[in-house]
């Protein structure tokens, strides 16, 4: 259940029991526990009840521990290869795409790692950020990490999280660069997208659009 609320999409007891193929009574005993855990909040609309993760700190626990609940490789089928290649974690990129974009900042010398689990951004970086219109100073402000490194379940390397990392995310889905999936945390690069990260990274960041759906 905590896996499909992944997506930040606050969902019913009833889809979770479904996603979870528990019934109805063992999901509310279940989504119970969660919430005096502080795992879940909990949404009301009329005589509706909808769930989602507390915060992005919990997500991004729940993103980690894939890392030792899952096999060493990952192994790839038809039906889970987009969820690899370009998902979300809450309100950040994972998969490969997440992956190879945090590397290409790196390489650029845009964010430098610092410690281990902080990213800082170096000077070029802002400037890049800036370009993207990401406001910087009020990110620092907030009351959750700026940069943080998350180690991706499937890829086993680092991707981006944080503010910033959801920053960069919301970004990409604002300027198209990026399309969601619906029902679903996996999200396409667009063309634009494609082109937008060759035009900054060139080979360094190698890069798909994802099949006709993407487009």
């Not at 009574?25 to 909808?50: D, I, K, N, P, T």
């Not at 937008?196 to 190698?206: A, D, P, Y």
């Given at each position: 259940?905590?896996?499909?609320?992944?997506?930040?999409?606050?969902?019913?007891?009833?889809?979770?029991?479904?996603?979870?193929n528990?019934?109805?009574?063992?999901?509310?005993?279940?989504?119970?526990?969660?919430?005096?855990?502080?795992?879940?909040?909990?949404?009301?609309?009329?005589?509706?009840?909808?769930?989602?993760?507390?915060?992005?700190?919990?997500?991004?626990?729940?993103?980690?521990?894939?890392t030792?609940?899952?096999?060493?490789?990952?192994?790839?089928?038809?039906?889970?290869?987009?969820?690899?290649?370009?998902?979300?974690?809450?309100?950040?990129?994972?998969?490969?795409?997440?992956?190879?974009?945090?590397?290409?900042?790196?390489?650029?010398?845009?964010?430098?790692?610092?410690?281990?689990?902080?990213?800082?951004?170096?000077?070029?970086?802002?400037?890049?950020?800036?370009?993207?219109?990401?406001?910087?100073?009020?990110?620092?402000k907030?009351?959750?990490?700026?940069?943080?490194?998350?180690?991706?379940?499937?890829?086993?390397?680092?991707?981006?999280?944080?503010?910033?990392?959801?920053?960069?995310?919301?970004?990409?889905?604002?300027?198209h660069?990026?399309?969601?999936?619906?029902?679903?945390r996996?999200?396409?690069?667009?063309?634009?997208?494609?082109?937008?990260?060759?035009?900054?990274?060139?080979?360094?960041?190698?890069?798909?659009?994802?099949?006709?759906?993407?487009?």
């Open positions: 259940m905590l896996t499909a609320l992944l997506d930040a999409r606050p969902l019913s007891a009833g889809e979770l029991a479904r996603a979870a528990v019934s109805a009574q063992s999901a509310s005993m279940h989504l119970a526990q969660l919430l005096a855990g502080g795992f879940l909040r909990v949404l009301r609309e009329g005589r509706h009840r909808f769930y989602r993760i507390a915060s992005p700190d919990i997500a991004h626990a729940i993103e980690a521990l894939g030792i609940s899952t096999a060493q490789r990952y192994p790839l089928s038809i039906t889970n290869r987009d969820l690899c290649y370009a998902r979300t974690c809450y309100d950040h990129l994972a998969g490969e795409l997440g992956v190879k974009l945090s590397a290409a900042l790196e390489h650029h010398r845009l964010l430098l790692p610092r410690g281990e689990e902080e990213y800082e951004v170096t000077r070029r970086g802002e400037d890049l950020l800036a370009r993207w219109q990401i406001d910087l100073e009020s990110l620092r907030a009351r959750r990490p700026f940069a943080r490194r998350c180690l991706d379940w499937t890829e086993r390397q680092y991707h981006l999280a944080g503010a910033l990392g959801a920053a960069i995310c919301q970004r990409f889905l604002d300027a660069w990026i399309r969601r999936e619906k029902q679903s996996i999200v396409h690069l667009t063309p634009a997208g494609e082109q937008e990260l060759i035009h900054l990274f060139g080979k360094t960041l190698r890069v798909q659009v994802q099949g006709s759906s993407g487009r």
